[in-house]
């Protein structure tokens, strides 16, 4: 009997089905993995599991008797755990604080922190994931954020554990590590779902994969019976090109220089030590690392929004060491920035609007601090047309976009500018196949065009695909650089995490040329 | 900016109208409501309460003249709170700011007396402007620097503000006489009435001309909440101030400076509110004294609100308070119902207005029935 | 001079001062830290302070009109509580729109139920608790005078005020409901997926401030005035928010800042006796609190962080 099962479970949200009639079985002991494009409707189904959403039709079943989930409590009760791709972890608060939440132990509403300390060394002994019960999680590394979160579900008394793209945040070496702790639940006797969308992942850790597309389920295999290109297929739905072909590079003048730059981060820590690095025109230079080893600052000093503390940074021989934000732009740097929805676009604003940001000061949008709107509704246009971006009209508010067009509209924005140089971090970050490829060409074009670009992406297939060479930052310093061919993933996560702060195990599984075009 | 591309359908764009102009309207209705039925309850002859209402507002001239009369300030106060909220400032302290205008205002007309009013009425104007745009400053200088909340720290300035006038009305600028009040400003520095403009003959002849007591301010007001308009859509300093208001992120990533934004939008608030206070002083009090003022900047945010910080929504938004306003005296005559019923009323708009959810409600129902209608 | 200024009676009269903000700022402290921002801690207290005296003028007891003043406090922060979370409102514009209300409905049945706007009779109020006579000579009469005279001459509301604040400072971090109460104004999604929920949190919080608020009204006019005037709590909430600031969110430390600013006001009142001798304008004593909550603010806030996810409506998915 399945521990859990879903069936035909369906959820509308207003205009979208995102799921349509899915049904799922999970045995005891069993990993399934949920393969599928974002916006396929994987987290959606599993946020009905969990409680958090409440279906239109369909039910679940636990052990086989119905269970009515209406809420996340519901769920824990009927042991289901969650592991969120973004955290819900309290960041000011201890690890054993944010572990008992909700089900704290003690008398009279008061909490017995012993007690709770205690348990949650337990739980950590007994399943083997170490950590320091009284750190505050916001002192903590990403991989142990997310072993705190898998020890609450398990503190809560997880049968069924659902982790919701648990690998995005991590190295190689993490995920490895994660599919060792994932292994030695299901053998305790728990049941895990685990959500993804990268291939490789679905290969070496599931037992069972059921892929969605579309808000459906649309195949059922295993890791034996198929091949990631097969897998690939089912997905998207369509053949995938894994690999995106670009000519040799032709470096011409230096562009960007960048000499012993050191800068801190908003705690006054120093975040980048001492960094020196070129870029030519007519090149893609990838800054490849671990999330938080100072890329952030990196790129925030080179567009102005940060003040470096030493060294110096040059635009074609021009000094922007100490370029604000503005100069920067006026200088020809683009930015698409990390984060689109907080930096990227203004979202209450219109798609015109959206598009001058930065070029709102210049001619020939505005002349003596006065718009005009003549000449903004025409670049507007002409923009949105020649960067494919779909929308009725270039006064729809830019929130109604989707994500994939929303971040069409900034590369519109930053490209369209032809500035010098384009640095791009995450650009990629959450979009689907179809406008991840349009980015990546633009991204390729602009250095056809003898452009010089910065990339900074987590994502190693990423910078593998586009850079011609490769910075590996670790810890506010430049430890390696690769030229495209050099490298590989285990290479590049080797360094990444340090270079020999983590025992490289070959056997795990092959690192394939053949990458998923999914998430690259 | 023209028509778009594909042009919406003529039905949806009527739809985006009223759902804009929709939801202040029955967020006001509401709060009417809601009012009538506490006068109501409390005992009051609603309806009485009501006819004593219209009758004092919009009566006749005289009466239409007083609601013109009291919605001038609140032109000025709604445009400083609307165009700070339109850079994510609450700018709760249009009030002490608006005693500084009046200060500046009254202090000057009384200096630059026997100059002709071509001088001094323009830099009475500019300088009550400046006197608002100051007292805002420090509060906005603290806002950009160190994130200090500009609602308390406006707040405290308003109070500090009205103890300043206080003792300047007792003190060194006391009129001779009983009443603390400063010196009348000279009639070449007041803003006359609009009766005044025209011969005896033309308002014998035209009777809807003798507006009592209102004044010229209320053209002031017109062509400042257009300006405000003007600037907030059609130059780069409203294109920053509404981006730093939606986005501080996105727009600092744009190379907008957001402190250097931040102390412009709240000095330009201030400064608005500023004007509400030399309109006070040119066009009804001719001088200053403590109460000369009541609560025009407190009333200035149901006015921003109610106007969804629109700058010529501001203009009827403000009629209406100012037509409660005017009436609520004859209410109080007429019907026995306490004038405070008045704040009670202004409070509900604020709260219909924000919980929108509410208003949303009614208006959706509606569009549902404009669209079987249409349909 | 100075001798006629620091006295014992100055030191108390902090005490009674900072009292009725140091109960909106620990309302405001456990308001915020479940993330509801409450700039209406005016209007409660004002509130507070109208129907607790209504209560005491209506029935003769001063007990059952402090209790009044706690419903009433209660009963307008609902709406607060119903328009931050439920309606998904701008809390400060919420917040607003209850000061103006406040307002209104003060002065409104002020003169329904009074006939006159502006001040009612004087109402029956609570006096000190301890009478202790400050006799006796010598160094160590000179101490009991002393002591005595801060700490043993105050009504019941100074008293219970310090005791709520010890409770709140202890119960915010050592309780259940503290550990959801911090965690929800940092992450509230978190806390609704360990199936905690926040809307009940955030209501009982924000209805916890106006009880608190309300209290505050209660001391200012049982206690201290003995009876309401119109607007009588001239900008006190917002001093209390900025004690809580001051404070960093912590009950104790919202209880230290107001007895700062309970402080400066009775340095303000005690140097106004001396208007003659150091021919100072009454009115920049009057401002002077309001003075130092500016710089106050100016000198803390770069340093006190609030809590993460203040002032943010929390939306359950679908």
């Known amino acids: 009997m399945p521990v859990l099962e879903l069936r035909e479970i369906t959820k509308v949200f207003p205009g979208v089905i995102a799921n349509e009639r899915v049904s799922l079985e999970l045995e005891k002991g069993e990993i399934v993995a949920l393969l599928g494009e974002n916006g396929a409707g994987k987290t959606t189904l599993m946020n009905v599991v969990y409680g958090l959403l409440s279906a239109d039709g369909g039910e679940i079943l636990m052990d086989g008797e119905p269970a009515k989930i209406k809420s996340p409590r519901q769920a824990i009760d009927h042991g289901i755990g969650m592991v969120h791709q973004h955290f819900m972890l309290v960041e000011p608060l201890t690890v054993t604080e944010n572990i008992v939440l909700g089900r704290e132990p003690g008398r009279l509403g008061v909490i017995d922190f012993k007690i709770a300390r205690e348990r949650v060394i337990e739980i950590s002994q007994r399943y083997g994931l170490k950590i320091d019960p009284d750190a505050r999680i916001e002192d903590l590394s990403v991989g142990m954020q997310q072993r705190v979160e898998i020890l609450k579900a398990l503190f809560q008394g997880a049968r069924v554990l659902i982790l919701d793209e648990p690998t995005a945040v991590l190295t190689p070496q993490e995920v490895r590590e994660l599919f060792g702790v994932v292994r030695s639940l299901v053998d305790e006797g728990l049941s895990v779902v685990f959500i993804t969308h990268k291939l490789e992942e679905v290969m070496a850790v599931a037992d069972r994969i059921v892929v969605m597309r579309d808000g459906r389920v649309v195949g059922e295999t295993r890791p034996e019976d198929t091949d990631e290109i097969g897998l690939a297929r089912m997905m998207v739905g369509r053949d995938v090109v894994l690999r995106v072909e670009k000519p040799v590079s032709t470096c011409g003048d230096t562009v960007l220089e960048v000499s012993d730059l050191h800068a801190d981060d908003e705690r006054g820590l120093e975040a980048v030590k001492g960094v020196s690095f070129s870029v030519c025109g007519g090149e893609v230079v990838a800054v490849a690392g671990v999330s938080g080893n100072g890329q952030t600052e990196l790129v925030d000093c080179i567009v102005g929004l940060r003040r470096p503390t030493g060294g110096t940074m040059h635009l074609k021989g021009k000094d922007i060491t100490h370029a604000s934000a503005r100069s920067s732009i006026e200088a020809g740097v683009s930015h698409i920035p990390e984060d689109r929805h907080r930096r990227g676009l203004v979202l209450e604003f219109d798609l015109a609007e959206n598009l001058i940001l930065g070029d709102h000061r210049t001619p020939p949008y505005s002349t003596r601090g006065l718009l005009h709107p003549k000449a903004v509704t025409t670049m507007a246009r002409k923009r949105i047309d020649d960067y494919d971006v779909r929308t009725p009209s270039e006064k729809v508010i830019a929130s109604n976009l989707s994500g994939g067009n929303q971040q069409k509209l900034v590369v519109a924005r930053e490209i369209g500018r032809d500035p010098e140089l384009l640095v791009a971090a995450q650009p990629t970050r959450g979009?689907?196949?179809?406008?991840?490829?349009?980015?990546?060409?633009?991204?390729?074009?602009?250095?056809?065009?003898?452009?010089?670009?910065?990339?900074?992406?987590?994502?190693?297939?990423?910078?593998?695909?586009?850079a011609d060479r490769i910075l590996v930052m670790y810890e506010g310093r430049i430890v390696r650089e690769f030229t495209a061919d050099e490298a590989d993933e285990e290479t590049l996560g080797y360094y990444m995490t340090g270079g020999g702060g983590v025992k490289l195990d070959d056997d795990a599984r092959q690192a394939g040329p053949i990458e998923s075009g999914g998430d690259a | 900016m023209s028509d778009s591309r594909e042009g919406l359908p003529a039905q949806r764009r009527?739809?985006?109208?009223?759902?804009?102009?929709?939801?202040?309207?029955?967020?006001?209705?509401?709060?009417?409501?809601?009012?009538?039925?506490?006068?109501?309850?409390?005992?009051?002859?609603?309806?009485?309460?009501f006819a004593a209402l219209f009758k004092g507002s919009l009566g006749g001239p005289k009466q239409i003249g007083d609601t013109i009369l009291r919605a001038i300030p609140l032109i000025f106060t709604g445009l400083a709170v609307g165009y700070g909220f339109r850079a994510g400032l609450f700018n709760i302290g249009a009030e002490g700011q608006l005693f500084l205008g009046g200060l500046a205002a009254a202090w000057l007309g009384v200096v630059l007396a026997g100059l002709p009013w071509i001088i001094v009425v323009p830099i009475m104007i500019i300088a009550s402007a400046l006197a608002g745009a100051a007292w805002a400053f420090i509060p906005a200088i603290l806002k950009a620097r160190i994130g200090a909340h500009e609602v308390i720290t406006t707040m405290m300035f308003t109070y500090i503000g009205r103890y300043l006038v206080s003792w300047l009305v007792i003190g060194p600028l006391k009129a001779p006489g009983q009443i603390p009040q400063t010196v009348a400003i000279p009639p070449e520095a007041q803003l006359p009435r609009i009766q005044e403009l025209f011969s005896a003959g033309t308002l014998e002849a035209l009777p809807f001309l003798q507006l009592g007591r209102a004044h010229l301010g209320i053209v002031v007001a017109v062509l400042m909440a257009v300006l405000v308009w003007v600037i907030l859509k059609y130059t780069t300093l409203g294109y920053e101030n509404r981006a730093v208001g939606f986005n501080p992120w996105a727009s600092e990533t744009a190379g907008i400076s957001v402190q250097w934004t931040t102390v412009k939008a709240l000095c330009i608030s201030g400064a608005l509110a500023g004007l509400a206070g030399s309109v006070e002083v040119m066009g009804v009090h001719h001088r200053l004294f403590d109460q000369f003022s009541s609560g025009f900047g407190f009333t200035g945010i149901a006015v921003a609100l109610l106007a969804k910080n629109h700058p010529i929504g501001v203009i009827p938004a403000a009629l209406l308070f100012g037509a409660l306003s005017a009436g609520a005296g004859t209410m109080q005559f007429e019907a026995d119902v306490p004038q405070k019923i008045i704040l009670i009323i202004q409070a509900l708009v604020i709260f219909f207005v924000a919980a929108e959810e509410i208003v949303l409600w009614f208006v959706r129902r509606r569009q549902k029935e404009a669209m079987s209608h249409a349909g | 001079m100075l001798g006629d200024i620091i006295t014992p009676d100055l030191f108390a009269s902090a005490f009674r001062m900072a009292t009725p903000l140091a109960l909106a700022a620990i309302g405001g402290?456990?308001?915020?830290?479940?993330?509801?921002?409450?700039?209406?801690?005016?209007?409660?207290?004002?509130?507070?302070a109208f129907f607790g005296t209504a209560a005491v003028l209506a029935t003769g007891s001063p007990w059952f009109g402090v209790l009044m003043a706690m419903v009433a406090g209660v009963v307008i922060s609902a709406i607060h509580a119903f328009a931050s979370v439920n309606l998904k409102a701008d809390q400060v514009v919420s917040g607003t729109a209850i000061n103006l209300l406040a307002l209104g409905v003060t002065?409104?049945?002020?003169?329904?139920?009074?006939?006159?706007?502006?001040?009612?009779?004087?109402?029956?109020?609570?006096?000190?608790?301890?009478?202790?006579?400050?006799?006796?000579?010598?160094?160590?009469?000179?101490?009991?005078?002393?002591?005595?005279?801060?700490?043993?001459?105050?009504?019941?509301?100074?008293?219970?005020?310090?005791?709520?604040?010890?409770?709140?400072?202890?119960?915010?971090?050592?309780?259940?409901?503290?550990?959801?109460?911090?965690?929800?104004?940092?992450?509230?999604?978190?806390?609704?997926?360990?199936?905690?929920?926040?809307?009940?949190?955030?209501?009982?919080?924000?209805?916890?401030?106006g009880a608190l608020a309300g209290l505050a009204g209660a001391n200012l006019t049982i206690e201290q005035v003995g009876s309401f005037t119109e607007n009588?709590?001239?900008?006190?909430?917002?001093?209390?928010?900025?004690?809580?600031?001051?404070?960093?969110?912590?009950a104790l430390g919202s209880y230290g800042a107001s007895l700062l600013f309970g402080l400066a006001d009775g340095l303000q009142i005690k140097l106004q006796i001396l208007r003659d001798v150091i021919r100072i304008p009454p009115q920049f004593f009057l401002m002077l609190p309001y003075v130092l909550t500016v710089v106050v603010l100016a000198g803390v806030i770069g340093r006190a962080v609030a809590p993460a996810a203040v002032g943010e409506p929390y939306e359950k998915k679908g």
């Open chain 3, 107 to 209: 002065g409104f049945l002020m003169e329904r139920w009074y006939g006159h706007p502006g001040t009612t009779d004087p109402i029956k109020t609570l006096g000190p608790i301890l009478r202790l006579t400050a006799e006796g000579g010598g160094f160590l009469g000179e101490v009991w005078r002393w002591v005595n005279g801060i700490f043993l001459t105050h009504t019941p509301i100074v008293y219970i005020t310090v005791l709520i604040a010890i409770f709140a400072q202890w119960a915010i971090y050592n309780t259940r409901w503290g550990l959801r109460l911090r965690a929800m104004g940092e992450h509230p999604r978190a806390v609704d997926t360990v199936g905690v929920n926040v809307y009940r949190g955030r209501w009982v919080a924000v209805l916890m401030s």
């Open chain 1, 431 to 466: 979009l689907d196949v179809g406008a991840i490829e349009f980015v990546h060409r633009q991204i390729l074009d602009e250095r056809a065009e003898g452009k010089a670009v910065l990339l900074v992406s987590l994502e190693l297939e990423e910078v593998l695909s586009l």
């Open chain 3, 29 to 48: 402290t456990i308001c915020e830290r479940s993330g509801v921002v409450n700039i209406a801690l005016e209007g409660i207290m004002l509130t507070g």
């Open chain 2, 14 to 49: 009527w739809m985006t109208v009223l759902q804009k102009v929709g939801t202040p309207l029955v967020s006001a209705a509401l709060a009417v409501l809601v009012g009538s039925i506490i006068i109501w309850a409390s005992g009051y002859d609603a309806g009485a309460a």
């Open chain 3, 232 to 250: 009588m709590t001239n900008g006190r909430g917002f001093i209390a928010l900025a004690a809580n600031i001051f404070g960093r969110w912590t």
